[in-house]
């Protein structure tokens, strides 16, 4: 199964694409029939080569096998009628391959569970998986780079560098531009190129 999920491995290295994901969720198991299904993916794109995030974009996906919980809501602060009218997730996919060139970059994630929810989500709604092998696990890369023992949340990692994190914790688009800018972070510390910049 895994060559019909993943692509070639990443072949152009200018950017860099920060995706974090919302998905359906629940206080507990989904209600009988539904399935947790991506409906936010936020994205972010980082030039590598200068260490700046370019732009960040919110792709909405309306949900065919669930519906948007109260519990979901006071986490993501998305509703039903905010992805009612949204694209499918075969949209959203087509946009990521053809605007982002998703299965040629390099793509990363806090952690991975944006990888494992993006292979099971296309698999059961038979969706073409838009991204190639290369994942990058910016969570794991943190906890390396300071020889932590084990990984970290978000909001800890901002505090551990002295960093403010931007816009609303739990939304796609926020997350992945907080998440892009952690990762320009560590890579500019590797590099040893010094301060941020503003």
Avoid at 137 to 166: P, S
């Amino acid at each position: 199964t895994s060559s019909r999920y993943h692509g070639c491995m990443a072949k152009i290295f200018d950017q860099v694409l920060v995706i974090d994901i919302e998905s359906t969720c629940w206080q507990g198991p989904p209600p009988r029939g539904q399935l947790s299904e991506i409906i936010e993916i936020g994205i972010c794109t980082v030039d590598l080569r200068k260490l700046e995030r370019l732009e960040k974009r919110s792709i909405m996906v309306k949900p065919v096998r669930s519906r948007v919980s109260e519990f979901c809501t006071s986490l993501t602060t998305l509703t039903n009628d905010d992805v009612f009218h949204a694209g499918t997730l075969a949209d959203a996919v087509s946009i990521l391959k053809k605007e982002y060139r998703a299965l040629d970059r390099l793509w990363g994630s806090w952690g991975d569970y944006d990888r494992r929810q993006f292979e099971i989500v296309c698999r059961e709604l038979t969706v073409p998986y838009p991204f190639g092998r290369s994942h990058l696990n910016i969570k794991t890369l943190f906890a390396i780079a300071f020889g932590d023992e084990a990984e970290i949340g978000l909001d800890t990692a901002f505090d551990r560098l002295g960093m403010k994190m931007e816009g609303t914790h739990h939304r796609g688009v926020d997350d992945a531009w907080n998440i892009a800018g952690i990762m320009c972070e560590l890579f500019r510390r590797l590099r040893g190129t010094g301060e941020r910049p503003a």
